[in-house]
C-alpha cells in the first residue's frame, strides 16, 4: 500500500470544482498527522485543530488501515463508504482518491455528488463548497460498482473565508465644480470574482455587517450607510457636503450573503464650494504717480471666499480675461491674489498719468482645485487714472544769508511737499526710493542730511553754515513718490576773504601774518592765542583789494606750543573766528629759531581731503601718524625724508568713519599736533 500510494503520488490529478470567493484559512481537519488504528471498525475519532470531530465513519465494507501518514481507507464494496464529521463550515477539502480495482468512485457532499475517478486512475481531489455557517455537511467517499478495492488518504478540510476586494480607493477626480459635491470611488474584485458591498460615514469608526444577511442600498450596516452592492468597479458618491471628510469600508459579498472580514477602508475629502457671493464696495480710491490702492468689504454668504483674485488693465474691461477654474493665476504687476480679511490691494509700478481698469473675482481653495466664481452676479470693477509725475522744483536756489547762514527758495506748490538733502562734499546724492519717507535729519542712504518742508513753504534759512554747502531738492506726493532733483549750492557770508593766515617762532618771538583777498565792513582783527584773545589790528573796512597784516606775540616760552586763531569782527561787532584756519607754533628751546613751519589743515571739516601746508628750512625727517579721540593709533600716514622748502601734506579720509582725529606730525625731534574733523 504504501508503494501504491507513492505512486498516487505521482499520477496525480487535480480536480477543482466551484472555489469562488475562499480565501485560505484554519484547518478544521488534517488527517495526514492524525494516528489511525489499523483493523475493521465502524468509526474512528479525529481531533482537529479548530474543531473537535467526533467520529469519522466507514460503513460496512470499509476498512481503515495503517498508522500515522501511511493510514488510509479501502471501501471494499458498492456499500463501502467513509463519512467524515457534520461541519457547520466547509472551505476546502483535500484528498487523496484511488479507484483500486473499481471502475469509479465518487465524492458527495449532502448526497450531491462533486468528484469521479474512473478505474485505473488516481490522484489528488481538490473540493470546495460554499455554505452558510448555520448549515451541517455531510461529506461521503463511496463506490459506484460491486468492485471493491477503491482507497482514500490524507484528508485536509480547510475553513471557509472569503477574500477581500484587491484595492480600492476615494478620490477627487471630477471636475473643480463637482469636486466639493462628489467623491470617486474604484476598487478591483478579489481573485474570485466576486461582488463587493460599500458602506460610508463620517465618523471613521466602522464595525462588520451580520454575516447571511443581505442588504439593500441606504440600508444601515457595518456602522455606515450602504451606497453599493454588485459587480462592477467604480461608483461615483454624489451629494456630498462640500469640505467634509467621508470614510469608505468595502466589502466582498457572495451568493449567500458571506461577507469579507479584512479591513479595507479609506477616505476623500470634499473640495470647499465655489463662494457663495462676490465681494461688495469694490473701489479704487487712492492714486499716486505709479501706484492705485483698493477697497472693498469681504464677500459673505454661506461659503466664504479663502481668497480674491485681482485683474488689471490699461486697456479697458474687455481685455481682463476671466480666470478659468482649476488654474491658478501667479502675482504680476497686474495680478494680485489677496487673501480674504484683507480687503485692501496696492498695484505699485504703474505708468504715470494713465488709466487702470479692475475687476476682482472671489475664489476658494487653491492650486489645481482653485474654484473661482466667475458667474452668478455681477463681477465688481472700477476705474482709476494714476497722477502724472511730480514736477522738478522750480526756481530753487541758495543765497548767504548773514555770516553763517544760507537762504534757500523756490516756486512753492499746493500739490507736493519739499524735501533737501545738503552736504559739504559735493558729491550727487543717491535718489529716494519711491514709497519710503524720510525724517528730519536722516542721513544715512541719501549722500546728506534731510530736511522736509511742509506744501506751503516756499523758503528755508539753513543756520550756522561753516563752508561752502551743496543742496538738492525733491517734491514729493502723498504716496512719497519723488520728483527729479534740482541742485544748487552756496557759501555763507563772511566779512572777509582770508587768503592766507601762518606765522613762525623767531628771536624769542612768535610773528603772525595773514592777507586778505576782500573785505567787507571790516573793522579790525583780533588774535586768539590758547583761547585768550591778546591783541588786535586795524581792519580794511570794505575793500576789494588784497591786504597784508602782521602780529608780534612777545609773550612766548621756548620750547611751549600755541595754538593761534584769527578772528573779524565788523562795523556791527559781529565776531566772526576762523578756526578752520587754526595755526599750531612751537616755540624753539633757547630761542634758537626754528626749521620748520606747519599751518593748519584746510579745510577743516573735511571730506574726503583735507591739505596741511608745511615749510622745512632744511631737510628733515617727517613721520606723519593719526589718532582717534581716545588716544588709540589708526595710521602712519607719513614715514619719509623731504627736502627743504615748501610742502602740503594730503590727508585722505576715504578709508576711515566720521569723527574727531589728532594728527601728530614729527619733524626730527620736534613734535606738532592738530585736531581734525572728518565728516562723510
Excluded at 183 to 206: C, E, H, P, R, Y
Excluded at 230 to 239: I, P, R, V
Aim: net charge negative; glycine share 8%; aromatic share 10%.
Amino acid at each position: 500500500m504504501k508503494d501504491l500510494l507513492k505512486k498516487t503520488v505521482f499520477w496525480s490529478l487535480l480536480f477543482i470544482f466551484g472555489i469562488a470567493g475562499v480565501a485560505e484559512g484554519a484547518d478544521l481537519i488534517n488527517e495526514n498527522i492524525q494516528s489511525w488504528t489499523s483493523g475493521i471498525q465502524t468509526s474512528q475519532a479525529i481531533a482537529a485543530g479548530t474543531v473537535s470531530m467526533t467520529s469519522c465513519t466507514t460503513y460496512p465494507d470499509g476498512t481503515l488501515s495503517g498508522t500515522g501518514s501511511a493510514g488510509y481507507v479501502t471501501l471494499t464494496k458498492t456499500t463501502g463508504a467513509l463519512t467524515l464529521p457534520q461541519l457547520s463550515s466547509v472551505g476546502i477539502i483535500t484528498l487523496m482518491l484511488d479507484p483500486g480495482n473499481a471502475k469509479t468512485a465518487i465524492l458527495s457532499l449532502n448526497s450531491t455528488d462533486y468528484a469521479t475517478m474512473t478505474g485505473g486512475n488516481k490522484g489528488a481531489i481538490t473540493f470546495q463548497y460554499t455554505v452558510n455557517s448555520a448549515s451541517q455537511n455531510v461529506i461521503k467517499v463511496y463506490n459506484s460498482d460491486s468492485n471493491k478495492g477503491a482507497k482514500i488518504h490524507d484528508i485536509i478540510i480547510t475553513d471557509y473565508v472569503i477574500a477581500p476586494p484587491g484595492t480600492f480607493s476615494a478620490a477627487n477626480t471630477g471636475s473643480v465644480s463637482t469636486q466639493s459635491s462628489q467623491i470617486d470611488l474604484s476598487w478591483t474584485k478579489n481573485a474570485s470574482n466576486q461582488d463587493v458591498m460599500v458602506v460610508f460615514n463620517t465618523s471613521g469608526s466602522f464595525s462588520e455587517p451580520v454575516q447571511g444577511t443581505a442588504y439593500l442600498v441606504n440600508d444601515a450596516c457595518a456602522g455606515g450607510t450602504v451606497i453599493y452592492t454588485g459587480s462592477d468597479t467604480t461608483y461615483d458618491h454624489t451629494g456630498r457636503d462640500p469640505n467634509t471628510t467621508y470614510y469608505y469600508k468595502f466589502f466582498s459579498i457572495d451568493g449567500a450573503n458571506q461577507y469579507s472580514v479584512a479591513v479595507c477602508t479609506t477616505s476623500a475629502t470634499t473640495l470647499k464650494a465655489e463662494p457663495s457671493n462676490h465681494p461688495s464696495g469694490f473701489d479704487a480710491i487712492g492714486a499716486g504717480c505709479y501706484a492705485i490702492d483698493l477697497y472693498w468689504t469681504d464677500a459673505t454668504g454661506t461659503y466664504l471666499p479663502d481668497g480674491y483674485l485681482i485683474k488689471a488693465s490699461t486697456v479697458n474691461y474687455d481685455d481682463i480675461a476671466a480666470p478659468s477654474d482649476g488654474t491658478a493665476e501667479s502675482d504680476g504687476l497686474l495680478v494680485k491674489n489677496i487673501a480674504q480679511g484683507t480687503q485692501l490691494a496696492s498695484f505699485t509700478v504703474l505708468s504715470a498719468n494713465t488709466g487702470y481698469y479692475f475687476k476682482i473675482w472671489p475664489y476658494s481653495n487653491s492650486g489645481t482645485n482653485i474654484d473661482y466664481k466667475t458667474t452668478d452676479g455681477t463681477i465688481p470693477i472700477d476705474f482709476l487714472t494714476t497722477l502724472d509725475t511730480p514736477p522738478t522744483p522750480e526756481s530753487f536756489a541758495a543765497t548767504p544769508a548773514g555770516y553763517d547762514d544760507i537762504s534757500l527758495s523756490w516756486t512753492p506748490t499746493a500739490l507736493y511737499e519739499f524735501m533737501i538733502v545738503y552736504n559739504t562734499s559735493g558729491g550727487e546724492p543717491v535718489a529716494p526710493t519711491d514709497g519710503q519717507s524720510y525724517s528730519d535729519g536722516y542721513s544715512e542712504t541719501l549722500g546728506g542730511s534731510v530736511v522736509n518742508l511742509a506744501k506751503s513753504a516756499e523758503s528755508y534759512l539753513h543756520e550756522s553754515v561753516a563752508q561752502k554747502t551743496y543742496y538738492y531738492a525733491w517734491l514729493v506726493n502723498d504716496f512719497d513718490e519723488y520728483s527729479f532733483f534740482a541742485a544748487t549750492d552756496a557759501e555763507p557770508a563772511l566779512p572777509i576773504t582770508l587768503a592766507a593766515f601762518g606765522g613762525e617762532y623767531r628771536n624769542g618771538r612768535v610773528t603772525l601774518h595773514w592777507e586778505t583777498a576782500s573785505e567787507t565792513d571790516n573793522a579790525r582783527f583780533v588774535i586768539y592765542r590758547d583761547g585768550r584773545a591778546i591783541g588786535s589790528v586795524d581792519g580794511a573796512g570794505t575793500s576789494t583789494e588784497p591786504h597784508t597784516y602782521s602780529f608780534n606775540d612777545l609773550f612766548v616760552i621756548p620750547g611751549m606750543r600755541y595754538s593761534y586763531v584769527l578772528a573779524d569782527i565788523s562795523l556791527a561787532n559781529v565776531e566772526v573766528r576762523h578756526e578752520g584756519r587754526a595755526l599750531e607754533i612751537i616755540a624753539s628751546e633757547d630761542g634758537i629759531d626754528m626749521d620748520f613751519t606747519i599751518g593748519a589743515a584746510y579745510p577743516n571739516p573735511f571730506n574726503p581731503v583735507t591739505v596741511v601746508p608745511m615749510n622745512l628750512a632744511k631737510e628733515a625727517q617727517i613721520k606723519v601718524t593719526l589718532f582717534d579721540m581716545q588716544g588709540h593709533r589708526v595710521a602712519e600716514l607719513m614715514n619719509a625724508t623731504l627736502s627743504a622748502g615748501s610742502h602740503a601734506l594730503r590727508i585722505h579720509g576715504e578709508h576711515f568713519a566720521t569723527g574727531m582725529y589728532i594728527l601728530r606730525i614729527r619733524v626730527n625731534n620736534a613734535l606738532h599736533m592738530q585736531k581734525i574733523a572728518l565728516m562723510k
